[in-house]
C-alpha cells in the first residue's frame, strides 16, 4: 500500500478535487453514451465531448498529452450535433481555470501549458447573444 503526502507543493490533491468537482455537477459528464471525439490538428492534443439528451449540458474537453510542452493547435467541433447555432457565436467557459472564450464557427483554436493545467474542461453556454445574455451580466 502507497501513502500520498497530500501538503507536498507538488500535490495533485487540489486539482483531483476540482475535476471530482466538476464531474459531480454535471450530468453530461456521469454517462458515457454520448461521447465524441473531435478532429485536433495536433497528435499531442485530445479533444471530446459529453452531452445530456436534452443538449442542456454539454462539456468539451481538450487535454494535453505532452506532460513538459506547452501544446496547440485547432480543433473542429461538429456544431449541429452539439446543438449548437452555426451562424451565432457561443461562450466556453474553462471550469478548470475559470476563463470565459467566446468561439465563433466550428473550427477554434486551443493552447494547454501543462505546468498551469493539463486540460480544459470546457462547459459550453450556447444562448449568447450579446455580452449582456452572458450569465456574469444577469
Not at 464531474?23 to 471530446?48: I, T
Not at 452555426?86 to 464557427?105: C, I, K
Not at 494547454?112 to 459550453?124: D, R
Request: hydrophobic share 40%; charged share 20%.
Amino acid at each position: 500500500m502507497r501513502s500520498w503526502t497530500l501538503d507536498r507543493a507538488d500535490s495533485l490533491k487540489y486539482f483531483i478535487t476540482r475535476v471530482n468537482r466538476i464531474r459531480s455537477e454535471n450530468p453530461a459528464l456521469q454517462q458515457n453514451h454520448s461521447l465524441q471525439f473531435f478532429e485536433v490538428d495536433n497528435d499531442n492534443l485530445l479533444c471530446y465531448a459529453k452531452t445530456t439528451a436534452d443538449k442542456l449540458d454539454t462539456i468539451l474537453v481538450v487535454v494535453n498529452l505532452d506532460p513538459h510542452h506547452t501544446q496547440s493547435g485547432w480543433i473542429t467541433l461538429p456544431l449541429e450535433a452539439l446543438g449548437l447555432d452555426v451562424l451565432n457565436a457561443y461562450q466556453m467557459q474553462d471550469m478548470l481555470t475559470s476563463p470565459r472564450f467566446l468561439w465563433h464557427g466550428s473550427r477554434n483554436f486551443v493552447e494547454i501549458n501543462p505546468q498551469i493545467s493539463p486540460a480544459h474542461i470546457f462547459k459550453v453556454r450556447r444562448r449568447v447573444r450579446t455580452e449582456h445574455d452572458f450569465d456574469y451580466f444577469l
